[in-house]
């Protein structure tokens, strides 16, 4: 079956980080660009961040810039998001989307809460 | 960074009747390789999104075909050709021909 697993989600202090992971399964992980997007409580879609297949290229909304980092294992077929200096604002579900020319492939979220 | 813009933002429907909603970008879609990517999203209550259309007209895997898509340029739209108690939640066009891509506000679908 095709699925994205997002994971790494919680709970955490203002100036803090968090690690989220994205397991792909099901098809061939290093094919495909692969996007985060994010979704506050009770608000629309927001694009965070893109790699390409090989991890040579990404690209950060303005404002995670300088505080995430998206990477990859195509080895391992997961993808990860490198969040630090996390802020009120960062709170929401973010998820994982594989993308193959405009046919996208969404995760079901992790949700991250910054609260002290 | 290319901006979208959805109407209406909520649409009462009854039962079996169809359902419209608009979607406009403020530049052109067209990519460099002459596709189109405009898309829409549906995401019913609690759930994550889900693809229905990708580059403005071909329904995707498993979509049911009372949906469709049209449009050129810069005014897309979505249509529900008969409301089904499983399609209420808030649909979403997106662009994805240049990064950043971008979302509209989001269309709210409920029964009347």
Known sequence: EVQLVESGGGLVQPGGSLRLSCAASGFTFSRYWMFWVRQAPGKGLVWV????NDGSSTTYADSVKGRFTISRDNAENTLHLQMNSLRAEDTAVYYCVRDWFGESLWGRGTLVTVSS | DIVMTQTPLSSP??????ASISCR??????????NTYLNWLQQRPGQPPRLLIYKISNRFSGVPDRFSGSGTG????LKISRVEAEDVGVYYCMQSTQIPWSFGQG???EIK
């Open chain 2, 74 to 77: 810069t005014d897309f739209t």
């Open chain 2, 13 to 18: 429907v009854t039962l079996g009747q169809p």
């Open chain 2, 25 to 34: 970008s403020s530049q052109g879609l067209v990519h460099g390789d002459g």
């Open chain 2, 107 to 109: 269309t709210k679908v």
């Open chain 1, 49 to 52: 961040s893109h790699i390409n």
